[in-house]
């Protein structure tokens, strides 16, 4: 999945000579935490959040008030680091965690196309675990050689069982590799009775809906 899966097309944006109360209470409106700041020409030169002008009232001169010649330039952030509509979400996620930001503007040629903020990756890796879906989760170890996946997804299938969800993870031991499943249209007996079958393989954690 591509950032331009996931993004806020045309985001609504600020001028750098623009009043930081005004986009405080356009952000509060709009329910975001950040808004992108562009020239007249709408390359991004800057990004305003909340926290920005909230921390700028608290440092001013005059703590807890924005003078009428206060504008969004004093308070944004700048140079921006931004992301292209074709990056893969997981190196986006991966440039907010490194800059340790929470959204990123989305350029493509010079000018903006849209935002896309931590909450929307959030959102795509639940749904890519399968959270909230009724189904058996199954996490299992198996020797990190060629056609493993290929043999647990198998054993899977005779016996009914669909998967609506997979992602691997690399354990501290080098030659193995962590998979965890979701799967439904099985009862977790049969499913784990299929699966420990397979040489090698190590179950490790169940999880068959139990609220927590």
């Known amino acids: 999945m591509l950032v331009r899966d996931l993004m806020t097309l045309n985001p609504r944006v600020v001028r750098p000579e623009s009043d930081p109360l005004g986009a405080m209470a356009l952000m509060k409106a709009r329910r975001c935490r950040h808004m992108p700041v562009v020239d007249e020409d709408n390359h991004v030169i800057g990004i305003v959040t909340q926290a920005d002008i909230q921390l700028f009232l608290s440092t001013s001169e005059s703590p807890g008030v924005i003078k009428r010649q206060h504008r969004v330039q004093q ?3 700048t140079p921006v680091v931004t992301t292209e509509p074709n990056c893969p979400i997981e190196e986006a996620a991966h440039k907010m965690i490194q800059h340790q930001i929470s959204g990123l503007p989305v350029v493509e040629e010079g000018q903006l196309v849209g935002i896309i903020t931590k909450t929307d990756i959030f959102k795509q890796l639940v749904e890519s675990l399968g959270g909230g879906i009724d189904s058996i989760r199954l ?47 099985v009862k977790a007996d049969q499913l784990f009775e299929a699966v420990k079958q397979q040489p090698g393989l190590k179950i490790l954690y169940t999880w068959t809906g139990e609220e927590c």
């Open 75 to 77: 308070m944004m952030t």
């Open 139 to 185: 996490t299992i170890q198996v020797p990190d050689t060629p056609g493993q996946l290929a043999q647990v997804t198998s054993r899977i299938a005779k016996v009914g069982g669909n998967i609506v969800s997979v992602i691997t993870a690399r354990p501290k031991d080098p030659e193995r590799i962590n998979m965890t499943f979701r799967v439904v249209g």
